[in-house]
């Protein structure tokens, strides 16, 4: 069963703590694929919005405009400091290993390092390489963390997307194992909820990323949406991200539309003020009977990486 909690106590401001005692906000923007010469704009009006978290990676090609607009941000709004935002990009698979990865950060600095500093997260973007790829690259950036003044570029935290049980079980029983993924960033929505993954996260300390949970917009028209749409009067695209955000993940809301930025985020809160307690001082809610109709324990609809679940992955 799914949480069916029907109200958490979140604001725009709210954030969660990663188990290397960090804190990342709730609310992240995502830049899947935002095309190129659109996404310094679309950065900056999200933080303008009000995000505080841009999720971008090496394949989406637009990490270093996603930098410049937090920067351009920065320069225009002088009391949010660079420590206020957090950006999190992604190593391909064509970099997994230990040299390429190195290689890879290398020029994910030579893009964003002039304008960001750091860089908050990078995650192995997926598992589907081999097992000595994939460890080779985690050694890379476990060291890349043990020593921020490595002379690539700071990172924060490290963490993996769309692994598996088997691919964390496999970091853990790695003899060279001494950083934790402090997130796993995978497909989740009402018909993708991954009770099995959850449990294995929550027991680990791992949290969860919740990329498309808006469905990449396949499932706005499903009858069952838009009966519970009709039905509570909650716009659907409220609905989904509040199911999201009551199942505990980390939400990253997609869309290339200026206008959407803001009602996407618009379905959290705002904080009463600037004082840090009160920034955890808000409701978010959905009726049970929605969060009932919502429930799929058993739902495995893949609707990303052309149907093929990737947590599934064997080398």
């Not at 009006?45 to 607009?69: M, P, T």
């Not at 791992?206 to 009858?223: C, F, N, R, V, W």
């Not at 808000?282 to 495995?300: M, N, Q, R, T």
Request: glycine residues 6%; negative net charge; charged residues 25%.
């Amino acid at each position: 069963m799914s949480n069916l909690t029907s109200s958490i106590q979140l604001t725009k401001k709210s954030t969660y703590k990663l188990n290397n005692g960090l804190h990342i906000p709730v609310a992240g923007y995502g830049a899947y694929l935002l095309p190129k010469g659109k996404a310094k704009a679309l950065t900056y009006q999200a933080l303008k919005d009000g995000y505080r978290h841009i999720d971008s990676a090496v394949y989406y090609r637009n990490q270093e405009e996603c930098a410049e607009g937090i920067a351009e941000f920065l320069k225009d709004y002088p009391h949010v400091k660079r420590e206020d935002i957090w950006f999190t990009t992604k190593i391909t698979n064509e970099a997994h290993g230990y040299e390429p990865t190195l290689e890879q950060v290398q020029d994910i600095a030579d893009l964003v390092k002039k304008h960001i500093q750091y860089v908050d997260l990078i995650l192995l973007h997926s598992p589907k390489t081999s097992k000595a790829l994939r460890l080779g690259s985690w050694k890379a950036l476990q060291e890349l963390v043990e020593n921020p003044n490595n002379k690539i570029i700071p990172v924060k935290s490290i963490g993996v997307s769309n692994f598996g049980v088997s691919h964390i079980d496999e970091l853990f029983a790695w003899e060279g194992f001494k950083i934790k993924p402090v997130v796993n960033q995978v497909e989740l929505h009402p018909w993708l909820p991954r009770l099995d993954l959850r449990e294995y996260s929550y027991k680990h300390d791992i949290l969860l990323e919740a990329y498309s949970p808006l469905t990449q917009g396949y499932k706005l028209d499903d009858p069952e949406l838009l009966s519970l749409e009709k039905k509570s009067g909650i716009p659907k695209i409220e609905i989904l991200l509040k199911w999201s955000y009551l199942q505990g993940f980390i939400v990253l809301a997609k869309t290339e539309k200026f206008e959407r930025i803001k009602q996407n985020l618009d379905v959290l809160p705002d904080a009463k003020d600037d004082d840090e307690e009160s920034a955890n001082l808000g409701v978010v809610s959905l009726p049970l009977d929605v969060l009932e109709a919502l429930d799929k324990p058993e739902s495995k609809e893949v609707l990303t990486w052309g149907g093929q679940d990737p947590t599934l992955y064997k080398d």
